[in-house]
Structure formats: C-alpha cells, structure tokens
C-alpha cells in the first residue's frame, strides 16, 4: 500500500501542522459516470466505480501495453485525491498515473503525485494540490495481461483534525485470517488452509471540536459510514503510507460529550480490504 503526495501539497500540510492528521476520501465524484478509456473491455470499466470490490472492470491492454479508465465529470471539477483498490496491477502493470485534461482534444497532463510503481495489489493512493479539469483518469502503462480493477476514487479528502498518537493496531498484515488446520492423530501439523483474508481496525478519536462534528461535511461522512459506505482512510499519511479501502465494522458513529469546552470524542470500527 502507497500514498504519493505531491511535493507542493506536502509543503502545504507541513506547514499546517496536518501532515500525519488522519485523511478519509469517501465522497467519489465517479460514480454513476460511464467511464470509457483504453484498451478493450473485458468487464465493464462501470464496475470500478460502484463502490464495491468484488465486481471489478476488466481491461485487455491496447497494443501499445497501456490500459485506462476515463472518467468525464461533465464540467471542470476540483479534486485533490484519486485513489485505486481491489486490483491486480502489482502482477500485471509496470505503473500507474492520475492524469487529467480540460478539454477533450487537450493532451493529458500528470497530477503531480506519483507515479506509482505498484509492488503488490494492495491500495495505491495519489494526493496532490487540488486542479480544476473535467476529464480525469488512471493510465496504466506496461500492462502484461488483463488489468483488473475494484474500486477507482476521485474526489476531496477529509481531514480528521485530530492526530492519532496511540491505541490504534495498523494492520501491518493481515490480521483477518481464519484457518482450516490439518492435525494428525499424533498432533503433527499436516498443513493449513486459508479460508479467509482481510484486517480490521478501530480508531478513537478524543477531544474534537463540537464545530467540527457539527459541520455539513463531518456529518455527510458519519452517515455515509453508518450505513456502510465503502472509503479510503489513512491513518498517518505522510509518515508511513498505510492506506486501506474501508468500510463499516461494529457500531455506528456516535460521538459523545467529554470536555472541556465542548470537545467531543468518537470511535470507528473498521473493516479493510487487504489484499497483498
């Protein structure tokens, strides 16, 4: 997994004291576009921006090993964070790149994050100084074999203001793993099956302002995660690069009253799909 932060953007959180605040990107400006791009399609490109991973847009590489997903917003739209889940591009793509356009006959310019160089399937995010462009999207180049797709975001993060210091567990790997052992009657071990891979995590959050979890932008996210909507979230962006595609795991989003002068707390309990 890989955050790309654009330099200038890296410049901005340093100086506002946010670098390693938690970002969560939810709100995909993608969906319910009809994505078009390069390559032929295998599975409709429409998959990767459902918002789900098990059905994934499935793409033959043109002759030139480049395979894409366009995405055209109908009008210049401001985004900061592109993001990418649920696909195969660490067996099958040399790199990845957000790029985007104006105008449709424009040339296609890089976001100025990346690019990334994927060296497994895990997420793959690009964060980078916000541009205006209709036209936006992921250009994979050096593609070997059919490029699979789950999940493809464009849109506006949120920042947490708030830094998490201690009591989160990342998942480093998998912490998700059911297994089916095979035991002897003599108590060797004969070899173990995987049934099930994946991580959870839980965050706590303690004194954030009442205005902030009062906002119209905080409270569209809390309903959003109460009812299960898949996002990305990055728990200390810049200082390791965890990203993760998440999505409800537990209780809901209830933010309490703890003091002083109104601070609120809140607890996210987590499900990530990991996939190395």
Known sequence: MSIYISPGLASTLSTAGT???????????????????????????????????????????????????EIDLGSNTSISFASVAAHNAGDVAGAFRIQYKVLAGDAWSDSG?????????????????????RFWRIYATSVTANLEIGVFFLGNPVTLPRTIYQGYAPPITANVVDLQSRVSEGGNLLGSSVVRKGSTAAASLTLVEDSY??????????????????????????KYGDIFYAWRSGGVIAPSNTGPKARMAFDMAMRFYDDA
């Open 19 to 69: 670098s390693n605040n938690p970002v969560i990107a939810w709100d995909n400006l993608a969906s319910g576009t009809s994505p078009t791009g390069i390559g032929a399609v295998v599975q409709s490109r429409a998959f990767a921006v459902t918002g789900t991973t098990y059905d994934r847009a499935v793409i033959t590489p043109d002759g030139s090993s480049q395979a894409s997903i």
């Open 213 to 238: 979890l009062r906002a119209d932008a905080w409270k569209a996210f809390q309903r959003h995660f109460n009812t299960g909507g898949g996002f990305f979230w990055a728990w200390r962006p810049t």
């Open 113 to 133: 994050s990346g690019p990334a160089v994927p060296a497994d399937n895990q997420a793959v995010a690009f964060y980078f100084a916000a541009v205006s462009a």
